[in-house]
């Protein structure tokens, strides 16, 4: 999505005979996100990919939320999560609706087996860990801060180099984007923009998997996972070119946006989704007029949800937060900095607070996972007396 990208070898035209060295064909198949009119890729596998050995039925995935509570503002405690499963499998719900889906993981565990998630783009935040995502488009290193941002359809794999590590998925039912603002009519990065193509890394080397190797690929669609048996390994594309294919961004690669007084929430947007935006706070130099304010003023966010997820604990405007802290905002009522804030910021000149927010415009439901992190007194972190 972000540009044209390749990989590997690929025959001067599509739809051609592509040969291998033993003179048989390799099999081309396009990759499409939307259609065949929206991003598209095409690979070229060395077996059949439509061949499967056989599946076994994993169930339902359970997307159900907890029922409707009173008003008022929500502080989740990430931390308290105990390391657990893989980075699917270890995958606690807290909240979602019918846009997009926000887990949180603290994985104990190296994935077995690939996984695909045919229903949703992810959009992966690496908190605190290292490793290598292995795809169908080729191996990506990440490091702290990273964002993976994952198509859907993709087989994938995260090999991490130490365990355990703290990660945040979101699912998007529609497609994840760099915003539209930030691109001209070419797709191409506008100066204005917080980071440029540099800051994108697609793939960067392709390893094929040659011989018929067994492999097993957890499958997501239709709300279930299905393990699907192949008598080969997935990962047998020894090219391909287009515009979809996993990428890594990182949050120390967005250059803010300051200004003179304060800036609203939007010059942070990192992505866009359907009914919903990811925006990255990062460290930055401080409103420069003599009597600035520098820490966002009381808003009524009337028509979304806001939820921001504090990778430090450095966040001037909010007390009581602590590092793995995820505050959730509703819609409906006004938020802002807790009493003392403001005085206490008055004269900073530079913010050294991280944090990922999302917010979203139809409400976002609590699920079960969040029932024993929630700190229940954090609405009355803004009583006067
Ligand atoms: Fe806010």
Redesign the pocket.
């Known amino acids: 999505m972000p540009r044209y990208h390749r990989l590997g070898n690929l025959p001067h035209k599509h739809h051609t005979q592509f040969r291998k060295p033993d003179g048989g064909l390799y099999t081309e198949q396009l990759f499409s996100t939307r259609g065949f009119s929206g991003p598209m890729s095409t690979l070229y596998h060395i077996h059949q990919p439509t061949e499967v050995g056989g599946w076994e039925d994993r169930g339902a995935i359970n997307l159900s939320y907890l029922g409707d509570e009173p008003l008022r503002h929500r502080h989740l405690k990430t931390a308290r999560l105990k390391p657990c499963g893989d980075a699917v499998s270890g995958r606690v719900l807290l909240m979602g609706n019918q846009d997009v889906t926000w887990s949180q993981a603290h994985i104990a565990e190296q994935m077995e087996t690939y996984y695909k998630n045919a229903e949703g783009d992810e959009c992966l935040f690496i908190h605190n860990g290292s490793g290598k995502l292995e795809s169908l488009f080729g191996t990506i290193s990440f490091h702290p801060g990273d964002y993976l941002v994952i198509p859907r359809g993709t087989i994938y794999k995260l090999v991490f180099d130490v365990l355990p590590v703290k990660m945040i998925a979101l699912v998007s039912f529609g497609p994840i984007e760099i915003p539209k603002r930030y691109r001209n009519e070419y797709g191409q990065l506008l100066e204005h923009a917080p980071y440029t193509e540099r800051d994108i890394r697609g793939p960067e080397s392709l390893e094929t998997h040659e011989a018929r190797e067994a492999t097993s690929v957890l499958i997501r669609a239709r709300n279930r996972l299905t393990l699907y048996h192949y008598p080969y390994h997935p990962l047998d594309v020894v090219g391909w070119d287009g515009y979809v294919f996993p990428f890594a961004f990182s949050i120390h690669d967005f250059s803010p946006i300051t200004g003179k007084l304060h800036m609203p929430?939007p010059i942070h947007q990192t992505f866009q989704g359907n009914g919903f935006v990811v925006c990255s706070f990062c460290p930055r130099m401080l409103d420069y007029h003599p009597d600035a304010i520098a820490i966002?003023y009381n808003?009524s966010?009337v028509d979304s949800d806001?939820v921001l997820y504090y990778v430090n604990d450095k966040y001037g405007a909010r007390k009581g937060i602590e590092e793995g802290s995820i505050t959730l905002?509703p819609l409906g009522i006004p938020?802002g900095p807790q009493p003392g804030a403001v005085e206490a910021s008055l004269g900073a000149t530079r913010t050294e607070e991280l944090a990922v927010m999302v917010d979203t415009f139809h409400p976002f439901k609590l699920a079960a996972g969040s029932t024993g992190i929630e700190d229940p007194e954090y609405w009355k972190s803004w009583l006067t007396s």
């Open positions: 929430p966002p808003h966010n806001e905002h938020h």
